[in-house]
């Protein structure tokens, strides 16, 4: 992780849209962000992943303005913002629940951050218009409605249109998906990136769902316990995971611990070689996911092979998910079902896996207690 | 715009300030109009006040010793039972139309048949408790405690369904079905699991009604006469008839400290009121 | 859905215990039509009882003072009540939980207590008895009805709604006037229904705090009927004070259920 940079700060290149340096904020006791610096580029679709409670509704809500930071400076566009209020600072925001005004139309929910804006009418109703085409809710079907009269995903698709209408510099989205159902969501997704690739804002996204983060973002900060523990693209993160907790946390992963000696970890069941610049004599743990294991005769040459027995067979359609014994602890292993000896499979069989060096997702040293 | 910046930079400067001018105007207001007569009344009822308003500011406790007596502990007594009775009352005629309304009917009535207990609920018994003279002029039943007791039931009756309706309103459905699948009867499973269940809207029904009956004056008044004595009737009669306001607020603190140790308890046990 | 025959007893109880209520109030209307004095007996349909109504000065002068304590009572209270209730939900102090008890108070007190320390409180001060005794009374009581209900309202609302007016560009004050006030109208219209209520037809508050010459028409209702004294014109006068408060009553009804 980077270490945290001194309290003054060097005005940031422009592509910056946002910037957070060393925001600490505490809840009583609880630390909800603890040191957080994050920078956010121009266009970029961002997100925020981490579990619940780790500390990404308050990031975001330190971008808007909505909660003051203890310590750390927020910088939008070039601008310390950190002491405006919401309404000073160039954003649009989505919000869990929407909060979509009951009282109001659609037209009226969209034309409100205009109409504070002092547009004159007839240049108001043709944004509204064009922010409704720009998430595929004709106007004349839905402009008078009011928000209990639309489905969950067209309160979704106004809350979008209503934020992004002032053009903000940084949309700012809090699991907007999180009330959908599961086929409207992943269609949700989609548009999403499309409504974010048209009209090129920077958007940020707080998702505990890892898959809606990989689909979409550019760039994903995973978040645990108020800290960064990693930013990176969908590929970094999930193929790269700087922390155990990040490979734990995005994708499966089998875990094993060992001593490392000479680019082997010395485990329970045997010695695995692994890629690392870890020195030697360390504990470690390796992280290795189940489509990376190979089985059967696809295992044969691997640098590291061994033999288990299979506990139990879980069809799940593509794929066949295998749980191995190996000595003590149990690996799980994703078979294609393509893969030619699939079919032969049976429980209690004693079959062969392997997977070169490299091939794990990461070899993290175990802190020394 | 700007004297709308300068307001509210105003209310983040000074918070405080802010807050005194927010919610002194209630409470000062309540201060003075509510509370200050309270004070003034333990202070008649310990003889601080005089004649003519003058404060003696000699101290006794004789109009305790007063409203202590065995006459106005019967009548204590007589307004606790007449109470109990009520209540008791309307809990049997309030339940089942209570689990009526929230379990059986039919759903496009249940707005109705909620507003039409409710409707009642907002006319100052005085007026009802009129309309009740009619009847019992009719049926020659005036200053009967009969007449006092279904006047009380009348009035009270809408203090007790509401709160049960909340509370059944609220039971879901579902665990009457588990409950019949698990092979209970109708019967078994309202008294194994409705019933135990309601109890927080029994309870809530209970102090809605108890307690305020305990001091009714408009009831027994109108209906009894001079033939049943409450201790509402009681502190009426002694401060408009015969003026003796040192015993009156005797009365009036042991009633309202009877009142509030009922509460207390109740809030003890049970926790919040509903309604 | 048919019913058991359980269920047949029970609707058939509720219509009877809906009866109990009701029927009382309906004998009042209809002998308030009566042209006869008789009770029980219906002889003809009738106006003249209302006509007596009308023509009666003493009651006209009540009913003027009943409306006129009514409505200053239910503004005042609501403007007081309103503004504790905003106080307490959104400002950032300390010792909120004891000004709320505080608030509480007058809702849980029994009503004759309090009448009658009002009284020995207005003898006390020296207050002249009349018009301005009773109002002040009723103002005191009201304030906590206002405040529960606003507050309840204000409680349950969403309070993103306010945060995203602000992310759309609204200050604090445009924010209140825009979302804050339209959201919590209905609470208080409410409030303010239940406030007139209260006032318009309450009888013990004033019967202690009132002095000669002022009189409401519930008071009115009260010496008339003493002793027994049921009649026509009494019954022609409760009906209208019961449709009054009925009508506010099924308003308020609408506007609650609405909501859900
Ligand atoms: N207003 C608040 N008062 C007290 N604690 C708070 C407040 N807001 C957040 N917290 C605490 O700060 C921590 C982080 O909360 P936050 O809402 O940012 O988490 P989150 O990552 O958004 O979680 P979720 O996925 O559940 O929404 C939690 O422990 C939470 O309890
Ligand atoms: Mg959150």
Same mark, same amino acid.
């Given at each position: ?252 992963? #089998?875990? /094993? *611990? %060992?001593?490392? @000696? ?9 010695? $695995?070689? !692994? =890629?690392? &610049? ?25 640098? #590291?092979? /061994? *033999? %288990?027995?299979? @506990? ?9 998910? $295998?749980? !191995? =014994?190996? &000595? ?29 060096? %490299? ?11 | ?275 | ?260």
């Amino acid at each position: 992780m980077e270490m945290m940079e001194k309290a003054e700060y060097i005005t940031p290149e422009v592509e910056d849209m946002v910037v957070l340096r060393n925001i600490v904020k505490r809840f009583g006791k609880v630390v909800a962000s603890d040191h957080v610096n994050i920078e956010i580029k121009r266009n970029e679709f961002f997100s925020l992943l981490g579990p619940s409670g780790s500390g990404k509704t308050t990031l975001l809500r330190i971008i808007a303005g909505l909660e003051k930071p203890d310590e750390g400076v927020v910088i939008l566009e070039g601008k310390d913002v950190t002491n405006l209020p919401p309404y000073k600072r160039n954003i649009g925001m989505v919000f869990q629940h929407l909060a979509l005004f009951p009282h109001m139309t659609v037209f009226e929910n969209i034309a409100y951050g205009l109409r504070l804006r002092k547009f004159p009418e007839d240049e108001i109703k043709r944004r509204v218009y064009d922010a409704l085409e720009l998430v595929k809710m004709p106007p004349e079907t839905f402009a008078e409605r009011k928000p209990s009269q639309l489905s969950g995903g067209q309160q979704q698709r106004v809350a979008i249109a209503r934020a992004l209408v002032t053009q903000p510099a940084v949309l700012l989205l809090d699991e907007p998906l999180g009330a959908l159902d599961l086929k409207i969501r992943q269609h949700m997704m989609l548009e999403l990136k499309r409504i974010q690739r048209t009209v090129g804002t920077t958007f940020v996204y707080v998702t505990h769902d890892q898959g809606e983060a990989l689909v979409m973002s550019d760039r994903i900060a995973v978040i645990h316990e108020g800290r960064v523990e990693q930013v990176g693209s969908p590929y970094e993160v999930y193929e790269k995971p700087r922390t155990k907790f990040v490979a734990n946390f995005i994708g499966e992963a #089998n875990f /094993f *611990e %060992g001593t490392l @000696r000479d680019g082997t970890v010395e485990t329970s069941f045997g010695a $695995v070689k !692994v =890629a690392t &610049d870890i020195p030697s004599g360390r504990r470690v743990v390796v992280s290795l996911r189940p489509e990376r294991i190979r089985v059967g005769k696809a295992a044969e040459g691997a640098e #590291n092979v /061994f *033999e %288990g027995k299979i @506990r139990e067979i879980v069809y799940k359609g593509d794929i066949l998910i $295998v749980m !191995v =014994a190996l &000595d003590d602890i149990e690996i799980k292993v994703n078979v294609p079902a393509t893969h030619p000896e699939a079919r032969k499979l049976r429980e209690g069989d004693i079959i062969r896996v392997g997977w070169d060096s %490299g091939d794990e997702a990461g070899v993290f040293e175990l802190e020394a207690e | 715009m700007s004297w709308m910046e300068s307001l509210i930079d105003f209310v983040r400067k000074y918070k405080l300030l802010v807050a005194l001018l927010v919610l002194g105007p209630p409470l000062i207001y309540l201060t003075v109009y509510f509370f200050a007569p309270f004070l003034i009344t333990i202070l008649y009822s310990f003889g601080f006040i005089g004649r003519r308003g003058v404060v003696t500011w000699e101290f006794t406790i004789k109009y305790y010793q007063q409203a202590l007596r065995w006459v106005y502990l019967k009548v204590f007594y007589n307004s606790v039972v007449l109470a109990a009775i009520t209540t008791v009352g309307s809990i049997l005629m309030a339940y089942p139309v209570a689990y009526f309304i929230a379990v059986k009917a039919p759903k496009k009535w249940k707005n109705l048949l909620v507003v039409s207990v409710m409707v009642p609920y907002w006319v100052d018994f005085l007026l009802r408790t009129y309309a009740l003279m009619n009847i019992f002029t009719m049926m020659k039943m005036m200053f009967t405690y009969e007449a006092v007791v279904i006047g009380m039931i009348y009035d009270y009756l809408p203090f007790m369904v509401l709160p049960l309706y909340a509370n059944l309103e609220k039971l879901d459905k579902s665990l009457l079905e588990a409950s019949y699948t698990l092979g209970a009867s109708p019967f078994k499973t309202f008294l194994k699991v409705t019933l135990p269940l309601s109890k927080p809207g029994i309870a809530s029904g209970t102090i809605l009604v108890f307690v305020p009956a305990i001091g009714e004056f408009i009831v027994p008044s109108m209906l009894g006469g001079v033939s049943v004595t409450t201790i509402g009737t009681l502190t009426w009669d002694l401060f408009l008839k015969f003026h003796n306001w040192w015993r009156g607020a005797a009365l009036s603190i042991l009633y309202i400290a009877v009142v509030l140790i009922t509460l207390i308890i109740y809030m003890r046990k049970v926790g919040e009121l509903e309604i | 859905m048919s019913m058991s025959l359980r269920d047949k007893l029970m609707g058939l109880y509720s219509a009877f215990v809906y009866a109990f209520l009701y029927v009382p109030i309906i004998i009042v209307i209809i002998f308030s039509f009566n042209e006869s004095r008789t009770l029980g007996q219906f002889t003809g349909f009738s106006l003249k009882w209302y006509q007596v109504l009308l023509e009666d000065k003493v009651v006209w002068v009540a009913f003027y003072n009943s409306l006129n304590v009514a409505v200053i009572t239910t503004l005042v209270s609501l403007f007081l009540g309103t503004l504790a209730a905003y106080g307490m939900v959104r400002l950032d102090i300390g010792g909120k939980g004891a000004v709320d008890s505080l608030l509480y108070v007058p809702i849980i007190i029994p009503e004759i207590a309090e009448a009658l320390s009002l009284l020995l409180f207005y003898k006390f001060t020296g207050y002249e008895l009349g018009w301005l005794t009773v109002l002040l009374g009723h103002i005191a009581f009201d304030i906590s009805f206002v405040y529960v209900v606003v507050r309840a309202r204000l409680a349950g609302f969403d309070r993103s709604l306010e945060e995203a007016s602000l992310t759309l560009g609204a200050n604090e004050v445009q924010t209140f006037l825009k979302v804050t006030l339209p959201l919590s109208m209905p609470g208080i219209i409410a409030a303010a229904l239940i406030a007139f209520t209260l006032s318009f037809d309450d009888f013990i508050k004033t019967a202690f705090t009132t002095g000669p010459g002022f009189q409401t028409l519930p008071l009115i209702i009260w010496s008339q009927s003493a002793r027994g004294g049921v009649g026509p014109e009494l019954n022609a006068l409760t009906t209208v004070i019961m449709a009054i408060s009925m009508t506010i009553a099924y308003i308020y009804a609408k506007l609650t259920m609405e909501k859900q």
